[in-house]
């Protein structure tokens, strides 16, 4: 793509401070945009207020910038975007493609996360309800850049799925996809464990006649006991004064080929080599990678 053509993104959920899997996803996301010349938007999906942690949208703001990374614009709030989502409901909505349901989640358990279509003909009030689109029997596909083809049959496999919640919170499902449009995103770069959502959004996208990005889903690092690194597994926060040695570790993660002269560079100097020298095709072509592998 042509400078003036990509742009990428980094969305990070402030539930907690950004680690070393957020610095993989971040630094992808980063040099894929630069390396051609690209705009690098960064967004806060802050969609769910009490997992919020205190102060943490500050703390990822400042660990972005300790690690050297430089984003274009001003930093989008998905909170500021509420009555952007409530339109595209209602409209929704007004044309029958999506519905209200009531079902608690004691009522679906057993059905593995598919959605068995309980509500979808009963026309329940949208007070004190969940939002369900209505999704087709059809089988969505997309070719990851880096994990290669991959199809799901929405109906089988995942069922009507909630666009708003039943306490009043908006779904990521359909927040990403309203953003990245309305931001013209050309370019989604992040990690595996959200490679299965995607049809759920190529289908929205499709309904909603909007552009279908390109997709690059990086492998997610994983704990030796296999829970990925994240807010709720004890994963480390980031130190600022390790953004060096990190951002090394980060990008043999990637299959980036940094030499030893490296080292004792700083941030600043291994972004501009990193950017000069990305090669997405480098990228293990695996869904998941231990952490204790990367050591």
């Known amino acids: ?6 742009i990428g ?3 990070p959920t402030p539930s907690g401070f950004l680690h070393f899997g957020s610095l993989v996803a971040a630094l992808a996301s980063y040099l894929d945009a630069r390396a051609c010349g690209g705009r690098w938007l960064l967004r806060m999906e802050d969609l769910d207020p009490p997992r919020e942690a205190p102060g943490s949208q500050d703390a990822i703001l400042r660990t972005l910038e300790a690690y050297g990374f430089e984003w274009d614009g001003e930093m989008v709030r998905q909170s500021e975007r509420h009555a952007a989502y409530d339109a595209i409901i209602e409209r929704l909505l007004q044309h029958g493609l999506a519905y209200a349901c009531t079902c608690s989640r004691k009522q679906l358990e057993g059905n593995h996360g598919i959605y068995p279509g309980t509500c ?4 329940h009030a949208t007070h004190d309800a969940a939002i369900r689109l209505r999704v087709p029997e059809l089988e969505y596909h997309f070719v990851d850049r880096v994990q290669g083809k991959f199809r799901q049959q929405l109906g089988r496999e995942v069922g009507d799925f909630v666009i708003h919640r039943r306490d009043g919170l908006y779904a990521y499902q359909l927040a990403v996809v309203l953003d990245d449009a309305w931001q013209g995103v050309t370019d989604v770069v992040r990690g595996a464990d959200l490679l299965d959502s995607t049809p759920r959004q190529l289908y929205l996208q499709e309904l909603l006649g909007l552009a279908q990005p390109r997709y690059l889903h990086v492998p997610l690092i994983i704990q030796p006991d296999g829970h990925k690194l994240g807010k709720s597994y004890r994963s480390p926060p980031l130190p600022a004064d390790q953004a060096g040695p990190l951002l090394l570790r980060a ?4 299959g980036q080929q940094p030499s030893a002269e490296l080292d004792n560079c700083s941030a600043q100097e291994l972004l501009a080599w990193a950017i000069a020298h990305w090669d997405a095709t480098l990228i293990p072509r695996s869904r998941t990678l231990a952490e204790a592998q990367l050591r």
């Open 1 to 6: 793509m042509t400078s003036s053509a990509y």
């Open 9 to 11: 993104r980094f969305a």
């Open 120 to 123: 979808r003909n009963l026309q």
């Open 251 to 254: 990008l043999h993660t990637l």
